[in-house]
């Protein structure tokens, strides 16, 4: 599933999906850029395919990926430790940077707005409204998702 937000470069797969982030930060591995630029359009798509949600799926996943990275550019990708409890998965606790970037648009995201999300949707959130992120795509986000009725 793709993102509305993310329909400029879907097709060519020219960047990183979020369910291929949400599959990296789930698998511990940190992808770059020029690394996805490497794979071919085959290879990204399987990427995208290929599940990613039981620990056997996870480690499936990042063994393939490090095999394709390492065959592409002769050595791993980093490694990251895996969060046993990323916040996306908690429907109860909306992240506070999360919050004061939506506060920029003065929108205030509620406690039911966030359990209606599903996991990949609130991993985008966190994903888009972090400091070091390029953020034009957060408001779209907040859009696509419903999130902007409120203000």
Request: glycine residues 2%.
């Amino acid at each position: 599933m793709f993102f509305q937000f993310e329909a400029d470069f879907v097709e060519s797969l020219r960047c990183i999906p979020m369910q291929v982030r949400l599959k990296l930060d789930t698998c511990g591995v940190k992808l770059k850029l020029h690394h996805w630029h490497e794979f071919s359009q085959t290879e990204r798509e399987e990427l995208v395919k290929k599940p990613c949600e039981t620990s056997e799926e996870a480690k499936a996943y990042k063994e393939y990926l490090q095999t394709l990275v390492v065959s592409h550019t002769g050595s791993p990708a980093k490694e990251l430790e895996i969060d046993p409890n990323p916040p996306w998965l908690n429907s109860n606790a909306i992240p506070e940077q999360l919050q004061t970037k939506a506060s920029e648009f003065n929108l205030t995201i509620t406690e039911q707005q966030w359990k209606q999300l599903t996991p990949l949707q609130r991993f985008a959130l966190i994903k888009l409204s972090r400091p070091s992120h390029e953020n034009k795509n957060f408001y779209p986000a907040l859009e696509e998702f419903g999130l902007t009725d409120n203000a």
